[in-house]
């Protein structure tokens, strides 16, 4: 099982994190990341297909065609944590080598967006705390990395339900003579 969950989720990690990684190191440092979530959550859609795929080698090659919702379960968030680690590595390597501020770019975001909601004097200040506690915070290794792990598995344990919910198959039932 483990080098199922291995092929499969360095193929699905990949699969999530080139193309952010290209795109990461080809962004000017002023750049704005047009359309991001809609580009980040179509390519885990597409990653985690692989989710499916694993499941269904395992099922059909290694237990002969059958397979219990359970270990297929198992099987999808084992692929899933592992794409998912590497989607945290593909990240930390954007944040390191591109030319983009995350933070800075996050921190503008949060006060044009409560100035686009009409924020007052005592609004516009707490959310520049705000902006400036998560600065603090996404600095911190840990917290970034835990925060990036976060941003992508609860897609990999969606897909790993729905999965092993349609790949489930129990063995045939015996003949009695």
């Given amino acids: 099982m483990t ?45 985690f297909s692989m989710v499916f795929v694993g499941i269904r080698q395992y099922r059909d090659r290694a237990l002969g065609g059958v397979i219990k919702f359970g270990k297929a379960l198992l099987l999808g968030l084992g692929i899933s944590a592992v794409a998912s680690l590497i989607y945290v590595i593909g990240w930390e390597i954007c944040m390191a080598f591109s030319k983009y501020n995350f933070i800075e770019a996050y921190s503008k975001f949060i006060l044009d967006d409560a100035r686009a909601h009409g924020a007052g004097a005592a609004e516009m200040e707490q959310a520049a705390k705000e902006a400036a506690d998560f600065a603090s915070m996404y600095r911190n290794p840990l917290y970034r990395m835990s925060f990036t792990f976060i941003e992508i598995f609860p897609v990999g344990i969606l897909v790993s339900l729905i999965s092993a919910g349609l790949l489930r198959k129990a063995p045939p039932p015996a003949l009695s003579t």
């Fill in 3 to 47: 080098p199922v969950i291995l092929r499969y989720g360095i193929i699905a990690g990949l699969i999530v994190s080139l193309p952010w990684l290209v795109y990461m190191l080809t962004l000017p440092a002023d750049g704005h990341m047009n359309h991001s979530m809609l580009l980040g959550y179509t390519l885990m859609i597409l990653a």
